[in-house]
């Protein structure tokens, strides 16, 4: 009668573990590949805000010196019209004396009016300047805040991934993926949107 079982258990339990440790680190692998490639993700949509909240502010400054152009200019028309109205004085002085007024009085006021509707002009197309730049800025804001979204996506999902691999929970990853794929649509969407 034999003692106990011919199976060399140590032969067993080595090709068990051998086992387990190819598929634990066929997981591993899988986890490593897909949160490099989510990193790799993130630092590209985290160039990508950077880039477009920098454009963005360069947009603001520019709709800010236009708005200083402009308000120079509406004051520059309101001087104009301040001088205007001055010879405008001048001239209702004469005529309250009976007097006729000197001719250079009526051709300054109309040289000062012209020069008034070039001011406004000038200004106007200053403000509308303004305006498109402040416009085009906003889209590009509203174009970071996509961007930063994914790459906030992005981070979790590496964290989940780095969860998966310490734990080597499948479910887990599964989870850091979908979450990839999120980050993946709202950078797609922001990118080409």
Same mark, same amino acid.
């Given at each position: 009668?034999?003692e106990?079982?011919?199976?060399?258990?140590?032969? =067993?339990?080595e090709?068990?573990?051998?086992?387990l440790?190819r598929?634990?680190?066929?997981?591993?692998?899988?986890? $490593?590949?897909?949160t490099?490639?989510? /990193?790799a993700? %993130?630092?590209i949509a985290?160039?990508? /805000?950077?880039?477009?909240?920098?454009e963005?502010?360069? =947009?603001k400054t520019?709709?800010?010196?236009?708005q200083?152009? $402009?308000?120079?200019?509406?004051?520059?028309?309101?001087?104009?019209? !301040?001088?205007a %109205?001055?010879?405008?004085a001048?001239?209702a !002085?004469?005529?309250?004396?009976?007097?006729?007024?000197?001719?250079?009085?009526?051709?300054?006021t109309?040289?000062?009016?012209?020069q008034? $509707?070039?001011?406004q002009?000038?200004?106007q197309?200053?403000?509308?300047e303004r305006d498109?730049?402040s416009?085009e800025a906003?889209? =590009?804001?509203?174009r970071h805040?996509?961007?930063?979204?994914?790459?906030a996506?992005f981070?979790? $999902?590496?964290a989940l991934?780095?969860? /998966?691999?310490?734990t080597?929970n499948?479910?887990?990853? &599964?989870?850091?993926? &979908?979450?990839?794929?999120?980050?993946v649509?709202?950078l797609?969407?922001t990118?080409?949107?």
């Amino acid at each position: 009668m034999p003692e106990g079982p011919e199976i060399d258990t140590d032969k =067993l339990h080595e090709t068990i573990h051998d086992q387990l440790e190819r598929e634990g680190g066929a997981l591993l692998r899988k986890i $490593a590949l897909t949160t490099a490639l989510l /990193a790799a993700l %993130a630092a590209i949509a985290a160039l990508r /805000a950077g880039a477009t909240v920098n454009e963005a502010l360069v =947009l603001k400054t520019e709709a800010a010196r236009l708005q200083a152009e $402009a308000s120079n200019q509406w004051a520059y028309y309101q001087a104009k019209g !301040i001088k205007a %109205a001055v010879q405008e004085a001048s001239r209702a !002085i004469w005529l309250a004396s009976g007097k006729t007024p000197p001719k250079e009085i009526e051709e300054t006021t109309k040289r000062y009016a012209a020069q008034q $509707a070039e001011i406004q002009k000038e200004a106007q197309t200053r403000e509308q300047e303004r305006d498109a730049k402040s416009v085009e800025a906003d889209h =590009l804001m509203h174009r970071h805040h996509g961007f930063a979204e994914s790459v906030a996506f992005f981070q979790v $999902a590496i964290a989940l991934g780095a969860v /998966a691999a310490l734990t080597r929970n499948r479910l887990v990853w &599964l989870g850091s993926l &979908l979450l990839g794929v999120v980050g993946v649509a709202f950078l797609a969407v922001t990118h080409f949107g």
